[in-house]
């Protein structure tokens, strides 16, 4: 698989840093001329995964987010977002939507908002170790459109 | 976020306005509470035409908004949401819990 392009970005679990990563990412994403529906997609979907480490991965701490970005080959754009904190039991059950171990103030959506607005998304995890999201999203450049 | 209201006649419009996600829905569940409190409306409409970007932290947060309404008998519902909140609430599925009108844009 050929990458032309990629970026590591390293900030810690402060719930301020969830508008910089939507930035971050839109800022990368624009290197693959995407129209702003598909900038919103990318968006929302690094949202819904840096507010889970946030929110779910270390509760009590501040802990350390890792956004990874690469350009894949047709114009595929890739992310992943990763913790080492508190990890899923069941992963499978955690993306079930309603499915939140956050009580009252969540509503167990995340996984079906990025679901919905990636083409592929892939969870990894291990409890007490952390977990990592990778999402893809395919590009098309406004001027290969038709 | 920015959060404007005007009540008249037993309804209560809350206007959104800017990004809500997890770091900003603490404080606008606060001041709708506060809204809520205040006006003890039978029906709170939330205006989303300005709000730029929302992500589930939004949708949890009309939900409880809407369990606030119904508890007291009101109703609520959302209007004219632009167009990224409109694919959230879409993809999350509550306007089968809470209607979308599109209103007079
Ligand atoms: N990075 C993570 N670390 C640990 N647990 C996680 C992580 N991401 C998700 N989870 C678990 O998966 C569950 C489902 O996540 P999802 O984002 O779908 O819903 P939520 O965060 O609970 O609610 P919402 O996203 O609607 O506010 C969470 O409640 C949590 O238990
Ligand atoms: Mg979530």
């Known amino acids: 698989m050929q990458v032309s392009n990629e970026c590591r970005l390293e900030f810690p679990s402060k719930s301020s840093n969830e508008a910089f990563a939507r930035v971050a ?27 889970n480490c946030i929110v779910h991965a270390y509760p009590e701490s501040v802990g350390r987010i890792r956004l990874k970005m690469r ?26 939507p309603l499915f939140t171990t956050g009580g ?9 908002i ?32 038709p | 976020m920015t959060i404007h209201s005007d009540y008249a006649g037993g309804r209560l419009t809350a206007y ?5 996600d997890q770091h900003e829905a603490r404080g606008a569940m606060r001041s709708l509470d506060g809204l809520l409190d205040a006006y003890l409306p039978r029906d709170l409409v939330l205006n989303l ?19 606030r309404m119904k508890a007291t008998g ?25 209607p979308v009108a599109a209103g007079s844009l």
């Open chain 1, 104 to 112: 009252e103030e969540r509503g167990g959506m995340g996984f079906t």
């Open chain 1, 25 to 51: 990412a839109a800022a990368f994403a624009a290197q693959l001329d995407p129209t702003l529906e598909e900038l919103e997609d990318v968006k929302t979907a690094v949202s819904e995964a840096v507010t």
């Open chain 1, 114 to 145: 990025m679901e919905s607005f990636t083409d592929k998304l892939r969870v990894r995890s291990r409890p007490g170790r952390g977990t990592v999201v990778i999402m893809q999203r395919q590009i098309r450049s406004r001027q290969r459109r």
């Open chain 2, 74 to 98: 009101g109703r609520m519902w959302i209007e004219n949401p632009a167009r990224q909140p409109k694919r959230v609430i879409d993809a999350a599925g509550i306007d089968r819990l809470i």
């Open chain 2, 49 to 67: 035409s300005e709000l730029k970007f929302m992500d589930s932290s939004g949708i949890a947060l009309m939900i409880r908004l809407s369990r």
């Open chain 2, 16 to 20: 959104l306005s800017g990004e809500l």
């Open chain 1, 71 to 96: 350009i894949l080959e047709g114009g595929v754009l890739e992310i992943a977002v990763q913790d080492w904190g508190k990890g899923i039991e069941d992963v499978e059950k955690a993306r079930e």
